[in-house]
């Protein structure tokens, strides 16, 4: 079942182009060795005033920046020519919100294992995405499994780095989790410890106090996650970040993932140990975080690029 609307436009390498016409060769090098880096973003209208916000638009490019850097792929164009076309594009698709996808990769030219000579191409596409787990996952939560698959490690695919590749390692947890009739995977990593989702970072919540995995447990640096820990300060909200083993997530109050798709999604059930509805917490920062991303708080409207 096709997961996606089909838009006008894409933006590709400096240009707008017809959604149709947005297409690469089939030898291009990132299709057979996944060597391409990408992000994820939304852009939210504020239900009342009507206006559009992409959130935290800046640094989710400036963390495509740092993928590319790791990656070793000459990325062309700056973070504000990047926030540029992903507002262009936004307008001339006319969507007031929708889910933001810039991909960086390697192009057609180079069929070896090394990338030298290979073209970079940089595309920015954008449609409606409504809740990424589900119609009323963000209201209900839903229910996860622990993967048998391990996460990538900090010295294999640096999870640092938004890599397409990376992706594997995801699809088959998150198969495996869909075969055990669960919405999500959760994996560990080498040393057992909980790391993350398919595509979402992970926070858990006991006795008041709310604690997510250290990045150095293997995990993507969310900005979600990081727009959380700061929201929880702002409603003094006790969080650290600190280890977690998978019985941490079975005794926990609340457990909810984090992520620009999957945004605020409570976790009910882990492994079939029944969590509960959304919590207190959990109700608290996922009320705070849409205050915000639809421009309701002043004081973070650094956060906010308007879409005119
Ligand atoms: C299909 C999901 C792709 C992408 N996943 C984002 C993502 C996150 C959360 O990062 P952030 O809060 O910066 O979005 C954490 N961990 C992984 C493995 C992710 O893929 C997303 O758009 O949420």
Redesign the pocket.
Same mark, same amino acid.
């Given at each position: 079942m096709a997961d996606i609307t089909e838009v006008d436009y894409i933006w590709k390498n400096g240009e707008l182009i017809p959604w149709a016409e947005a297409t690469t060769h089939v030898l291009s090098h990132s299709l057979h060795y996944g060597s391409g880096v990408f992000e994820?973003?939304r852009c939210y209208q504020n239900p009342t005033t009507k206006k559009s916000y992409v959130f935290r638009l800046r640094d989710?490019m400036e963390?495509l920046h740092r993928s590319c850097k790791i990656a070793c792929i000459d990325l062309p164009y700056t973070v504000d020519e990047l926030c540029d076309a992903t507002v262009e594009v936004i307008r001339a698709n006319k969507l007031p919100s929708c889910?933001i996808r810039p991909i960086v990769y390697r192009g057609y030219g180079v069929m070896g294992v090394d990338p030298t000579g290979a073209p970079t191409d940089v595309a920015i596409a954008v449609w409606p995405w409504d809740s990424?787990l589900g119609a009323d996952a963000l209201e209900r939560g839903v229910s996860v499994g622990v993967s048998s698959w391990r996460q990538r490690t900090n010295n294999s695919i640096p999870p640092a780095v938004?890599a397409t590749a990376?992706y594997m390692n995801?699809i088959l947890a998150k198969l495996e989790a869909k075969e055990h009739g669960y919405a999500e995977a959760i994996m560990l990593n080498e040393q057992g410890l909980v790391c993350?989702? !398919?595509?979402?970072?992970l926070f858990v919540v006991r006795d008041g106090v709310l604690s997510t995995p250290p990045l150095s447990d293997g995990?993507?640096e969310?900005? !979600?996650?990081d727009t959380v820990l700061c929201l929880a300060d702002d409603l003094e909200i006790p969080a650290i970040e600190e280890s977690l083993t998978r019985a941490d997530l079975y005794i926990a109050d609340e457990v909810f993932m !984090?992520?620009? /798709? /999957?945004e605020l999604t409570p976790i009910g059930s882990v492994d079939g140990r029944e969590i509960g509805k959304p919590g207190e917490v959990t109700r608290a920062l996922q009320e705070r975080f849409f205050d915000v991303a639809y421009g309701n708080i002043e004081e973070y409207a650094e956060w906010l690029t308007e879409v005119p």
């Open positions: 994820g973003i989710h963390r889910y990424y938004k990376s995801s993350e989702g !398919t595509g979402e970072n995990l993507l969310g900005i !979600t996650r !984090t992520g620009s /798709a /999957a």
